[in-house]
């Protein structure tokens, strides 16, 4: 051993200090005092913090079953708070015996306090937010309840039932707190009112109908206080009796309320049955039964209001799903002359069996006791107010039987006092007259409230609107019958025929424009091919076109179908003007409108990169737009103000580093406008 070796410091060699030779014993080194006392800190921090944690578990533990509405658990109370009391008081001693400790520390700088400070609040706050939450949230009244004793839970609640609700479980949880209920005030209907008094707590509720319903019950305590339960209930389904049990289409289904009536001695005034959703009863007898034919498949809401004699209405509803029955043995359908099926009387209608198959015979039934008829085409007139069902049974060669179904319903007649219309013409006694082609475009208007309109216009060269409005086309001379339509919400009609005289056109003088608008440069089609002088001794002889945008004040003389380029943009008055063999003229003008192409700049290169030195051709064929100038920037100080749709640039020369240019090209046409298309060429 060197005894001339410099010393060591913390274990640490000096440079260039020889190395010392590595022992071949070693000795069991003594822990230093830091050691020692790190390890007393950690054994102190685990005892510390395992009774923490439980405590922290323990507190989140009551918060969680505390209140109990079952009582199972309030035994718990008293020691949450005790615990919570004792916890609160030692973390505030350790809290304020730390931050001393830390405020005596004379070795430590201001930085190593602050986060002391702040792993001490990290570990004492959570543990004194649950001693301040334990005490206050587990000594809350658990949250009091509605429930349904009757039926039992599960049971498809169908007016009319009685539903019996309960407040035992609350009124027991009240009793463990030493409250007693006086009385139970019970509100049914949720208009604020009490409909029942109770000193018990049960209370029954009789809902005869389908809906929602805010139950609610009022418990008044002996010291004073109140406690308002709440339930909702919905009642699904208002039920009535129908068979079969599964409906179809074409065949009778009888309904029933008998069932429903909750007192045999009540005097029912009226039964009130409408069978398509649309509030307006389609039947009204004093009887609890009856039979209707459903015409369609799918969901039908059926509804019924009992009206008793006291004034009183019981209303319910459901929805049947009425299903296909076996199939027809071949295809047939009733067409109707009018269509719509709905006219005050009396209310003529044609019918007439559309089918491909060959018939024997056909027997008409329409419902109100007349006799049958026969014939692939019949006409009836109705004649009281109520619903019809017409049925037509087709007989084939076969001897094969189609049963086909219409309803007919006659209504009372709507009355509107102030019905005027509004549009293309005018209308004078019901009357419309104007020369062909006519355009009708007219709108009935009324001060009637909830009345809607549609129309009927047979014959009709074009229809595209019937809805309150009609516009339709009659464009051959003659006499056609239009028929306006009007219903109320309580289900009144008016049917309203008007008389359309289409006369013949003296004379017409028109062309057709395709396209009227577009970008230039744009190429219009004209046609005057439908002009016509009705004088039978002259006829047109010449057509005269001005486009708008010639110098020559006579226009060009041209055929009735011609074509013209407009070049530049802006709006044109394109006159015709015909000329007859009797030296007569016409003329008529139609507006072009020509707008500026969008300038928008584009190019397409050959390549995007290569070696130094390459050429690259771009072509901007592809931009849009007319412009008058260009400029091509290809990023490495030079410029081209070619027009051009193709230039050659060569980027780089030979000994050159390889590098990116950035190459734009600004478009600008004669209104000023610009547009720039860049891209990337890369040398490499």
Same mark, same amino acid.
């Given at each position: 051993?060197?005894?001339?070796?410099?010393?060591?410091?913390?274990?640490?060699?000096?440079?260039?200090?020889?190395?010392?030779?590595?022992?071949?014993?070693?000795?069991?080194?003594?822990?230093?005092?830091?050691?020692?006392?790190?390890?007393?800190?950690?054994?102190?921090?685990?005892?510390?913090?395992?009774?923490?944690?439980?405590?922290?578990?323990?507190?989140?533990?009551?918060?969680?079953?505390?209140?109990?509405?079952?009582?199972?658990?309030?035994?718990?109370?008293?020691?949450?708070?005790?615990?919570?009391?004792?916890?609160?008081?030692?973390?505030?001693?350790?809290?304020?015996?730390?931050?001393?400790?830390?405020?005596?520390?004379?070795?430590?700088?201001?930085?190593?306090?602050?986060?002391?400070?702040?792993?001490?609040?990290?570990?004492?706050?959570?543990?004194?937010?649950?001693?301040?939450?334990?005490?206050?949230?587990?000594?809350?009244?658990?949250?009091?309840?509605?429930?349904?004793?009757?039926?039992?839970?599960?049971?498809?609640?169908?007016?009319?039932?009685?539903?019996?609700?309960?407040?035992?479980?609350?009124?027991?949880?009240?009793?463990? =707190?030493?409250?007693?209920?006086?009385?139970?005030?019970?509100?049914?209907?949720?208009?604020?009112?009490?409909?029942?008094?109770?000193?018990?707590?049960?209370?029954?509720?009789?809902?005869?109908?389908?809906?929602?319903?805010?139950?609610?019950?009022?418990?008044?305590?002996?010291?004073?206080?109140? =406690?308002?339960?709440?339930?909702?209930?919905?009642?699904?389904?208002?039920?009535?009796?129908?068979?079969?049990?599964?409906?179809?289409?074409?065949?009778?289904?009888?309904?029933?309320?008998?069932?429903?009536?909750?007192?045999?001695?009540?005097?029912?005034?009226?039964?009130?049955?409408?069978?398509?959703?649309?509030?307006?009863?389609?039947?009204?007898?004093?009887?609890?039964?009856?039979?209707?034919?459903?015409?369609?498949?799918?969901?039908?809401?059926?509804?019924?209001?009992?009206?008793?004699?006291?004034?009183?209405?019981?209303?319910?509803?459901?929805?049947?799903?009425?299903?296909?029955?076996?199939?027809?043995?071949?295809?047939?359908?009733?067409?109707?002359?009018?269509?719509?099926?709905?006219?005050?009387?009396?209310?003529?209608?044609?019918?007439?069996?559309?089918?491909?198959?060959?018939?024997?015979?056909?027997?008409?039934?329409?419902?109100?006791?007349?006799?049958?008829?026969?014939?692939?085409?019949?006409?009836?007139?109705?004649?009281?107010?109520?619903?019809?069902?017409?049925?037509?049974?087709?007989?084939?060669?076969?001897?094969?039987?189609?049963?086909?179904?219409?309803?007919?319903?006659?209504?009372?007649?709507?009355?509107?006092?102030?019905?005027?219309?509004?549009?293309?013409?005018?209308?004078?006694?019901?009357?419309?007259?104007?020369?062909?082609?006519?355009?009708?475009?007219?709108?009935?208007?009324?001060?009637?409230?909830?009345?809607?309109?549609?129309?009927?216009?047979?014959?009709?060269?074009?229809?595209?609107?019937?809805?309150?409005?009609?516009?339709?086309?009659?464009?051959?001379?003659?006499?056609?019958?239009?028929?306006?339509?009007?219903?109320?919400?309580?289900?009144?009609?008016?049917?309203?025929?008007?008389?359309?005289?289409?006369?013949?056109?003296?004379?017409?003088?028109?062309?057709?424009?395709?396209?009227?608008?577009?970008?230039?440069?744009?190429?219009?089609?004209?046609?005057?091919?439908?002009?016509?002088?009705?004088?039978?001794?002259?006829?047109?002889?010449?057509?005269?076109?001005?486009?708008?945008?010639?110098?020559?004040?006579?226009?060009?003389?041209?055929?009735?179908?011609?074509?013209?380029?407009?070049?530049?943009?802006?709006?044109?008055?394109?006159?015709?003007?015909?000329?007859?063999?009797?030296?007569?003229?016409?003329?008529?003008?139609?507006?072009?409108?020509?707008?500026?192409?969008?300038?928008?700049?584009?190019?397409?290169?050959?390549?995007?990169?290569?070696?130094?030195?390459?050429?690259?051709?771009?072509?901007?064929?592809?931009?849009?737009?007319?412009?008058?100038?260009?400029?091509?920037?290809?990023?490495?100080?030079?410029?081209?103000?070619?027009?051009?749709?193709?230039?050659?640039?060569?980027?780089?020369?030979?000994?050159?580093?390889?590098?990116?240019?950035?190459?734009?090209?600004?478009?600008?046409?004669?209104?000023?406008?610009?547009?720039?298309?860049?891209?990337?060429?890369?040398?490499?």
């Amino acid at each position: 051993m060197n005894n001339n070796e410099p010393p060591k410091v913390d274990g640490i060699t000096p440079p260039n200090a020889p190395t010392a030779p590595v022992a071949k014993m070693t000795t069991k080194k003594q822990p230093s005092n830091d050691e020692l006392l790190s390890r007393a800190k950690f054994a102190l921090l685990a005892i510390i913090a395992i009774p923490y944690t439980l405590y922290i578990g323990w507190g989140l533990f009551l918060l969680m079953v505390l209140p109990d509405p079952s009582g199972k658990w309030e035994w718990l109370i008293p020691y949450g708070k005790l615990s919570a009391m004792i916890a609160a008081a030692v973390l505030v001693m350790a809290a304020l015996y730390m931050v001393l400790r830390i405020g005596k520390s004379s070795g430590s700088d201001d930085k190593v306090r602050i986060g002391s400070f702040f792993r001490i609040a990290a570990f004492i706050v959570p543990g004194l937010l649950i001693s301040a939450a334990v005490p206050f949230t587990i000594t809350q009244e658990p949250t009091l309840s509605l429930y349904i004793s009757s039926p039992q839970p599960g049971t498809d609640l169908v007016a009319p039932l009685s539903v019996t609700y309960s407040a035992e479980v609350a009124t027991e949880i009240l009793k463990r =707190r030493n409250l007693n209920v006086i009385n139970y005030q019970w509100d049914f209907t949720g208009d604020g009112v009490p409909n029942d008094e109770t000193v018990v707590p049960l209370s029954t509720a009789f809902f005869d109908r389908q809906g929602g319903y805010n139950v609610s019950c009022t418990m008044k305590l002996s010291d004073g206080s109140t =406690r308002i339960l709440r339930y909702r209930t919905v009642v699904p389904n208002a039920v009535f009796s129908y068979s079969p049990v599964i409906p179809t289409i074409d065949e009778p289904i009888r309904f029933s309320v008998a069932h429903l009536i909750p007192d045999e001695k009540v005097e029912i005034r009226e039964v009130r049955w409408d069978f398509n959703n649309d509030n307006i009863p389609e039947e009204t007898t004093k009887e609890l039964e009856t039979v209707h034919t459903f015409l369609s498949t799918g969901d039908h809401t059926v509804s019924v209001t009992i009206v008793f004699e006291n004034q009183t209405q019981s209303y319910f509803f459901r929805t049947l799903n009425v299903q296909k029955p076996a199939p027809q043995p071949f295809i047939a359908s009733i067409t109707t002359t009018p269509e719509f099926l709905e006219s005050p009387s009396p209310f003529q209608v044609v019918f007439r069996i559309q089918t491909e198959e060959p018939l024997v015979d056909i027997k008409w039934d329409f419902d109100d006791g007349s006799p049958e008829e026969e014939g692939e085409r019949v006409g009836h007139t109705f004649k009281d107010r109520r619903l019809y069902q017409v049925t037509a049974r087709a007989r084939n060669e076969k001897g094969q039987i189609a049963k086909i179904t219409k309803v007919v319903r006659v209504v009372e007649e709507l009355r509107i006092e102030d019905l005027s219309f509004d549009g293309s013409h005018s209308v004078d006694n019901a009357k419309i007259s104007a020369e062909a082609p006519v355009a009708i475009d007219i709108t009935p208007k009324t001060t009637m409230p909830l009345v809607d309109f549609w129309w009927e216009a047979p014959n009709a060269s074009q229809v595209s609107s019937t809805d309150t409005t009609l516009k339709a086309i009659y464009r051959d001379e003659g006499t056609y019958t239009l028929v306006m339509l009007a219903k109320d919400a309580e289900g009144r009609v008016k049917r309203l025929p008007l008389v359309l005289e289409v006369k013949k056109k003296s004379q017409q003088i028109r062309f057709d424009v395709n396209p009227s608008q577009g970008v230039a440069p744009l190429k219009v089609q004209f046609d005057a091919s439908d002009s016509f002088i009705a004088d039978p001794n002259d006829d047109i002889n010449g057509f005269i076109w001005d486009f708008g945008e010639t110098e020559e004040a006579e226009g060009k003389i041209g055929s009735a179908r011609i074509e013209h380029e407009y070049r530049n943009p802006g709006e044109f008055t394109v006159t015709l003007t015909v000329s007859t063999e009797l030296g007569k003229t016409a003329s008529t003008t139609k507006k072009v409108v020509v707008r500026a192409p969008f300038l928008k700049a584009c190019f397409k290169m050959s390549r995007k990169e290569g070696p130094v030195g390459m050429g690259v051709a771009f072509d901007r064929s592809c931009s849009t737009g007319t412009a008058v100038s260009a400029i091509w920037d290809f990023g490495d100080g030079s410029q081209s103000p070619l027009l051009d749709n193709t230039v050659i640039h060569t980027f780089g020369e030979q000994g050159d580093a390889p590098r990116d240019y950035k190459v734009k090209l600004i478009l600008q046409d004669i209104n000023g406008t610009t547009d720039t298309y860049e891209t990337i060429i890369s040398t490499q």
